[in-house]
């Protein structure tokens, strides 16, 4: 699509807008009702996270569980990104890029209105600054304010808002992030049922993992009552794919919060 299309969600089109927020709708509303919560004891899985609160660190390369960029950019893609404009065809991306619908709502001034895109259109080209690593070509659904500002590769600086209670979350856990990282928080026993195999999900919101936990919980005897919530961030668990630091990172799966799903939702059906 033309980068001057105008309306709704800029140049996402409709099939793309179908696409990623029936994927967005299936991954992080359906855990939160329980429907395809399963608890796992795969010894791999149990680790393939590293958490600020392990006691270590250490780093590996192993190319056989390495995570292709393809499959990152598809796992980010479930992940919705929201930013502000001023609804023309010449608008460019603003530098603030909310994980929160409501906190880009509360900053949105008199004549800008709230877009939604997803992390894997921003997070290589335009926080990362990786963009050899993105083709350009295959960004033909992207919103036109984000596909000038990959196309621009200039030094703007974006940034990555997490949302208001995922700072004061983090903060909780004594997690310190790197500028533009976002925390993401895991469940110990915790793991989700799918075409592919057990998923270790990651979440972008603290209370969603709780959530998710205690309605797990209601069908199993053998959980603990209270459920044991470590923080990570998104930088750590994207390099750890990419280098295969940790078996099983393949079973990682990004869930955002079910409320910013359905805005999300909502900006398409406006187009």
Do not use: C, W
Not at 60 to 79: E, G, M, P, Y
Not at 106 to 117: F, M, Y
Not at 167 to 172: H, K, L, S, V
Not at 198 to 209: G, K, N, S, W
């Amino acid at each position: 699509m033309s980068s001057d299309d105008e309306g709704g969600l800029g140049t996402v089109t409709a099939i793309f807008a179908s696409f990623v927020l029936l994927y967005f709708s299936v991954s992080a509303l359906a855990p939160l009702v329980g429907s395809i919560a399963t608890q796992t004891t795969t010894g791999d899985l149990s680790s393939s996270v590293v958490t600020r609160q392990d006691a270590s660190k250490e780093k590996r390369q192993s190319k056989f569980d390495a995570v292709s960029t393809q499959r990152i950019q598809q796992k980010l893609r479930n992940i919705p990104v929201f930013y502000l404009s001023d609804g023309t065809i010449t608008a460019t991306l603003d530098e603030r890029l909310f994980l929160s619908y409501h906190d880009a709502e509360l900053s949105r001034n008199v004549g800008e209105i709230v877009r939604a895109t997803t992390m894997d259109q921003v997070l290589y080209p335009l926080i990362l600054k990786k963009e050899e690593v993105v083709n350009i070509k295959s960004l033909g659904d992207t919103p036109s304010e984000v596909l000038k500002a990959i196309e621009a590769r200039d030094s703007k600086q974006y940034k990555l808002l997490p949302s208001k209670a995922a700072i004061e979350d983090a903060r909780g856990t004594n997690t310190v992030l790197q500028p533009n990282d976002l925390p993401l928080f895991k469940v110990d026993r915790l793991a989700f049922a799918s075409n592919e195999g057990p998923q270790v999900p990651l979440f972008t919101e603290r209370q969603d993992a709780i959530t998710s936990y205690k309605r797990l919980q209601e069908g199993s005897s053998t959980l603990p009552p209270e459920p044991v919530v470590k923080s990570t961030s998104l930088f750590d668990v994207v390099e750890s794919m990419e280098l295969g630091s940790r078996p099983g990172v393949g079973q990682l799966a990004f869930y955002a919060n079910a409320d910013d799903v359905q805005e999300a939702d909502k900006l398409s059906s406006e187009k």
